[in-house]
């Protein structure tokens, strides 16, 4: 934990969920859901393991993830929005 979140706990409002950090996590929970269903239901449920692994891949050169067009959607800003609007505070 770094001083500068010490300090700051309980004065500042928390930080807002980003999309870059919504895909993360998004794609963490389907790893983590494709190995228990392969694990537990069927093995070919690797297959969605393999899927998010390519999704993840092609994003990391194109930046296009439809996870992060559905959260935008949803309501959250990207990180340099976030930035901005802090900034503007």
Known sequence: MSTQT????????????????????????????????????????????VFIGLNLFQQSFTGFCPAAIVMRKAGLRSERELAIQARDR
């Open 6 to 49: 010490a300090t700051n706990v309980g004065t500042r409002a928390p930080r807002s969920f980003s999309i870059e950090r919504g895909v993360t996590a998004f794609a963490g929970a389907m790893v983590v859901l494709s190995v228990a269903l392969t694990y537990w239901v069927h093995p070919w449920f690797v297959w969605l393991t």
